[in-house]
C-alpha cells in the first residue's frame, strides 16, 4: 500500500526529516532543567548552611531567597541590598551555569541526531537563549524581598548570555556556513585563543599568590572559627570565586591593576590597602607598598600571549593576503582579545555592600584598552616575525657550477 504524498515526512538534502515547531518544544523544558541543576543545589546548600549555623536569626525563605540572589548574581545581574548592592559575579558559578546549559542542550540535540532529525542551529540557539533568560528573569523577580532584589533588565539580559553561550558551544558542530569578512576570519580564532591564555595567566597569577601569602589565608580561617561544616561552605564559596580572582589577577599583569575598595589600588606599581573584609582568599593580596620594579615584567605576558595565540592559529590555519592584510587580522585579534577581557572585567567587578566597599575589581574599559594594546603588539610582533622567517627561509644561493665543456683539455701522459 503507497503512502501519500501528505504522510511522508519531508527531507532535507542531507536526508532528515525537517525539523518542525513540536521539535523545538523540548528545548523549554531542556532550559528547566538547566536552571534547577544549578539553583537547588545552591538553595540547599544555603538552607544547610543556615541550619548548622547557632548564631543565624533569619528565616528559611530568607536564606533560600538568598540562594536565588547568589544564582542571579552569577549571571551579571546587580542585587540590591540594605544601604548598598553587590554587582560582583562569582564567576565560578557562572561556569558552573555555563556547563548546565551546555549539557541540557547536548541532551535535546542526541535526541534530534538518533531520531534523524534536522538540527535547527539559529531557532534551537534563540529558543533555548530566549526560554533560560526569561527563567533568569522569573528567579530574579521571585525572589525580591525588602532584604535584596536583583535587577530585572540585568537578569534577563544575563541570563539570556549564559544560556546562549552554552547552547552556542552545544551546537557549534552543526553551526551553518557563515561567510565572514576575512580579517575577521583571520582575527577571530587568535582572539578567543587569547583570551583564554590571558585567564590562564590570571589563575598562574593567583595561585603564586595563594602560595606566597599562605600563612595569612589560613590565620584568617582559623580566626572566623566557622566549624566544620561553615568551613567547607566557606571554602566552596571561596573556590567559587577563584575565577573572579583570576580576573583581577590577569588585570595585575595587564598592568591597570584592580581595587580592593574605594581610593586603593594593587598593581605592579605598587599596593594601597585600607581595612579589608574578613575574607581568608584576602590574606593572599600582596603586602601594602612599593612594589619591585621587576613586578613591571609581568607586562610583557599578554604581549607574548598575544604573539603564542597568533602563531598557534596561524600553523592550524594560515593567514591569507597581504603582510598588510595579516597586520589588519593581527589588530583585530588585539581588539576581539580586548573586548573579550573588558566583559570578563565588568563582570568581576562592582560594589559589594556600601561605603568604601563600593568599588572591587578592575576597571572593565581600561583593562579591555590595555589588554587591546598589549595583544595586538604580540600579534603583530609575531606577524613581523613570521615575516622575515619565510623570507629567510626562502632565499636561495645559487651556485654557478663549471659546464664539461668549458674544462681545459687535460694532458695525456
Not at 4 to 28: C, H, Q, V, W, Y
Not at 74 to 79: E, P
Not at 194 to 203: E, H, P, T
Amino acid at each position: 500500500m503507497s503512502t501519500s504524498t501528505r504522510e511522508r515526512p519531508r527531507k532535507n538534502p542531507r536526508g532528515r526529516s525537517r525539523i518542525s515547531a513540536a521539535d523545538l518544544l523540548p528545548l523549554f523544558s531542556a532550559a528547566v532543567r538547566a536552571v534547577l541543576t544549578v539553583l537547588v543545589p545552591l538553595v540547599a546548600l544555603c538552607i544547610a548552611g543556615w541550619i548548622f549555623s547557632v548564631r543565624s536569626t533569619s528565616s528559611l525563605a530568607a536564606v533560600a531567597r538568598v540562594g536565588a540572589d547568589l544564582w542571579v548574581l552569577a549571571h551579571g545581574s546587580t542585587v540590591s541590598i540594605v544601604g548598598g548592592s553587590v554587582g560582583v559575579a562569582p564567576l565560578g558559578l557562572t561556569l558552573v551555569a555555563l556547563w548546565s546549559a551546555r549539557r541540557a542542550v547536548r541532551m535535546w540535540l542526541r535526541d534530534q541526531v538518533e531520531s534523524e532529525r534536522e538540527v535547527p542551529f539559529w531557532r534551537g540557539l534563540g529558543v533555548f537563549t530566549a526560554a533560560y533568560g526569561v527563567l533568569t528573569l522569573a528567579v530574579a523577580v521571585i525572589s525580591r524581598s525588602g532584604v535584596g532584589a536583583a535587577e530585572p533588565v540585568t537578569a534577563l539580559l544575563g541570563g539570556a548570555l549564559v544560556g546562549g553561550l552554552g547552547a552556542l558551544v552545544a551546537l557549534w558542530r552543526h553551526r551553518p556556513e557563515v561567510t565572514l569578512p576575512p580579517v575577521v576570519r583571520d582575527a577571530w580564532r587568535p582572539a578567543l585563543s587569547a583570551v583564554a591564555g590571558l585567564v590562564g595567566v590570571g589563575s598562574l597569577t593567583v595561585v603564586a599568590a595563594l602560595l606566597h601569602g599562605r600563612a595569612d589565608v589560613l590565620a584568617l580561617h582559623e580566626a572566623l572559627d566557622p566549624g566544620v561544616f561553615g568551613g567547607a561552605l566557606l571554602t566552596l564559596a571561596q573556590v567559587l570565586l577563584l575565577p573572579t580572582l583570576a580576573v583581577w589577577g590577569l588585570s595585575w599583569t595587564a598592568g591597570t591593576g584592580f581595587a580592593v575598595g574605594t581610593g586603593t589600588s594593587v598593581a605592579p606599581g605598587g599596593t594601597s590597602l585600607d581595612v579589608l573584609p574578613t575574607i581568608p582568599v584576602l590574606g593572599a593580596l600582596p603586602t601594602p607598598g612599593v612594589t619591585p620594579a621587576i613586578a613591571w615584567a609581568a607586562v610583557a605576558l599578554p604581549v607574548l600571549v598575544g604573539a603564542l595565540s597568533w602563531w598557534l592559529q596561524t600553523r592550524r590555519r594560515p593567514a591569507q593576503g597581504t603582510l598588510l592584510w595579516r597586520c589588519a587580522a593581527a589588530l583585530g585579534t588585539g581588539l576581539g582579545a580586548g573586548i573579550g577581557v573588558a566583559v570578563l572585567a565588568f563582570l568581576a567587578s562592582g560594589p559589594v555592600g556600601q561605603g568604601r566597599m563600593s568599588d572591587l575589581g578592575p576597571d572593565a574599559l581600561l583593562t579591555g584598552a590595555v589588554v587591546a594594546g598589549e595583544v595586538s603588539a604580540g600579534a603583530l610582533l609575531a606577524v613581523l616575525l613570521g615575516r622575515a622567517w619565510t623570507a629567510w627561509r626562502g632565499t636561495k644561493l645559487v651556485v654557478t657550477l663549471p659546464d664539461a665543456g668549458d674544462e681545459p683539455p687535460r694532458k695525456l701522459l
